[in-house]
Structures are given as structure tokens and as C-alpha cells.
């Protein structure tokens, strides 16, 4: 138990220290995730049709890789089904990327659903919560309505919101995670400067 402690201790001290000593990329990187996030939600739209578009050529090209090396075993078992699978692929791909506009509908309607779902479950959560006179029902309660408004909202706007929802949610979470990594990189900036500030050892 000792030993995994020790291991554990020394791989937060590597971890830290990376990040002491390459903070500088880390903020770059929380710079630039900050910047696509913004511009994704300032034209929602268009980051919409990228993720759309980067599913699209996942599907195809795994189609492709799975079609080839279907057929290059054709005496295995489960042929029909590989084959199959690998043309569903395919399929999916070449129309989320001919076929932008139905492509971001279906997955605006699997993010609704999950919000939908996400926020039910928030809210029973809180309440749960809230018997057990814990503090922080409140703010799960809060998330879950957020999610349910959100949901509704989208759904409601079907299939205009299609174009602008998947988009604004991505910028949102670019966004925060910028900011983050800015956050994580600058307090470790402020270590590194603690750790290489000489220490005053003489009496008062």
C-alpha cells in the first residue's frame, strides 16, 4: 500500500513539474482552444457543419479500413456481418457528407435527447439531495432545468435549430476549456516562479 502511495506521489510530482516547465504551451494551447471556442459560438453555424463534416470522413474512412480488411479475411466467421457493417459505414459517411443539413438534424435530435435525459436525471438527483439537506441540491436542480430549457428550446426549433445548436455547443465547451487550460498553465507559471525564488533562511 506504501509502494502505491509512493508511485502515486511521484507521478504528481512529474506531472506538476511538466506543467511547471512547459506552462507556456499549455497556455498557447488554452489561447487557441479559447479563440475557436468564441468563434464557434459567434457563428454557430459553421462549426455545425465542421463537426458534421469530421463525423462524416470518421465513418467513411472506417468503412473503407473495415471493407478491406473484411475482405481480405472472407473464410472467417461473421463474414456477412463485417461486410455489412463496413458498407453501413460507408453509407453513413457519404451522406452525412453530401447530405450536410440531415446529418446535423439527426445529431441535433440525439443531443436533444440527451439533454433531455440529462436534465431529468439532474433534477432527480437534486432532489434526492435536497431530502439528505445537502448544500448543493440547489445547483444541480439548477443544471437540470437549464438542460430541460435548452432541450426544449432546441426541439422546439426543429429543424431550424439544427444548423446553429451542435455548433454553439462546441464553441461553449471550447470556450471553457481554454480557460481552463489558461488558468492551469498560469497557476503553474506562479509555482515555477515560487520554486525558482531564493528563500530568505537568515533570522528577523
Known amino acids: 500500500m506504501s509502494t502505491n502511495l509512493r508511485d502515486v506521489e511521484k507521478m504528481k ?3 506538476a513539474g511538466s506543467l511547471r516547465s512547459h506552462w507556456v504551451f499549455f497556455l498557447i494551447e488554452g489561447i487557441i482552444l479559447l479563440t475557436l471556442g468564441l468563434a464557434a459560438i ?4 459553421l462549426a455545425t457543419l465542421a463537426v458534421e463534416a469530421l463525423i462524416g470522413w470518421l465513418l467513411l474512412m472506417s468503412g473503407i479500413v473495415g471493407l478491406l480488411m473484411t475482405l481480405r479475411a ?12 463496413a458498407l453501413l459505414g460507408i453509407i453513413a459517411g457519404i451522406l ?14 440525439i443531443l436533444t435527447a440527451f439533454l433531455a435525459i440529462e436534465g431529468i436525471l439532474s433534477i432527480m438527483y437534486a432532489l434526492d439531495h435536497r431530502r439528505e439537506f445537502t448544500p448543493r441540491w440547489g445547483f444541480m436542480l439548477f443544471s437540470g432545468v437549464v438542460d430541460l430549457l435548452l ?7 426543429l429543424p431550424s435549430t439544427a444548423a446553429w445548436a451542435i455548433g454553439l455547443l ?9 480557460v481552463a487550460l489558461m488558468a492551469m498553465a498560469l497557476q503553474s ?3 515555477a516562479d515560487q520554486e525558482g525564488r531564493p528563500v530568505n533562511r537568515s533570522g528577523p
Open 13 to 15: 510530482r512529474t506531472v
Open 170 to 178: 462546441v464553441g461553449i465547451n471550447l470556450t471553457f476549456g481554454g
Open 96 to 109: 452525412l457528407l453530401t447530405r450536410p443539413l440531415s446529418g446535423a438534424l439527426s445529431l441535433t435530435l
Open 189 to 191: 507559471r506562479i509555482g
Open 42 to 45: 459567434l457563428v454557430p453555424p
Open 151 to 157: 432541450a426544449a428550446m432546441i426541439f422546439a426549433g
Open 74 to 85: 472472407r473464410g472467417t466467421p461473421g463474414f456477412g456481418w463485417s461486410l455489412l457493417s
